[in-house]
DNA sequence: TCTAATTTAATAAACATTATCATATTAGAA
DNA sequence: TTCTAATATGATAATGTTTATTAAATTAGA
């Protein structure tokens, strides 16, 4: 609604509701499920138009785009410095907020000016253990 | 040659010519790159059965996959658990090797066990900080 | 209200990867 | 060495994801 007035893009009923989907959502939902999601609300919605307004999220610092998983991007709205658990078993992907701050020795960066850190652990959940 | 006999896998002059490509490779090749490196010596050789190879010997666990890049899979055959320097400008990957054993509170990954740890530095290298 | 600029939706195109399957090759047994 | 079952290859089709194209619709500001 108003909250997304100065964001500097032109507001579509399309835009606000992927804006709402996206909205505290820690699923990181690829563009086909984000897609899904919307067309219950919007069903004149495109694939195309989610595309779209994903890479112009991207742009404008709303959405992160994940390269976690090898067969489709995901998106996380979450912007903040912050890492992953990836199931191997399920492919799901859980947020972990720790405090970290690696100490990387310059000698083995070689001039490479490092802007973001993300740290992925692979493993199994609870729900894949079990089995 | 000899030295690729107690693998578990037929050998053929494909899976050698690609062996042998991989073979101290730190450049990180997509399944492209490969091909087209290895049809250089073997031009008779199939896209699908480099494919196939990458997929057996990642079976065998003498290639590792990286999804660092989000518009296709490269490979590693450096299985060993280390890092990457992945450049934003010009998509370079390069391998940083630091004793790197994080402290995750138990807390932080509820029940999740751990197998593999990948620190994916983003950035810009040497390079494409000069531009 | 009017209009220029932007966005959407439908669809085609591009691209990476996987599936299919007839033919060729390998590796081990005889 | 020869034979043969199991496996691998290569050509190509199929699939799935993402990007490009473009006419029509919509937005936002004058
Ligand atoms: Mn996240
Ligand atoms: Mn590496
Ligand atoms: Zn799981
Ligand atoms: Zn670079």
């Known amino acids: ?14 835009r606000l ?3 709402e989907f ?5 699923s990181h939902p690829s563009a086909e499920d984000i897609y899904r999601a919307v ?3 919007y069903p004149m919605i495109s694939l195309a138009t ?8 991207k742009e404008k ?9 090898p067969s489709k991007k995901r998106f996380d709205p979450d912007t903040s410095s912050h890492h992953h658990l990836i199931c191997m ?10 405090d970290y701050s690696p100490h990387i020795p310059e000698t083995a960066i070689q001039g ?20």
């Open 89 to 98: 078993g399920c492919g799901k992907v859980i947020d972990i907020s720790m």
């Open 112 to 131: 490479f000016e490092v802007k973001r850190v993300h740290l992925e652990l692979y493993g199994l959940c609870q729900d894949c253990r079990e089995k």
């Open 1 to 14: 609604m108003q909250k997304y007035r100065n964001i500097g893009i032109k507001l579509t009923p399309q």
């Open 61 to 69: 610092g709303l959405v992160q785009e994940l390269n976690i998983d």
């Open 39 to 41: 067309k219950n609300r």
């Open 22 to 26: 996206l909205e505290g959502n820690k």
């Open 17 to 19: 509701a992927v804006l």
């Open 50 to 57: 989610v595309y779209n307004i994903l890479e112009t999220l």
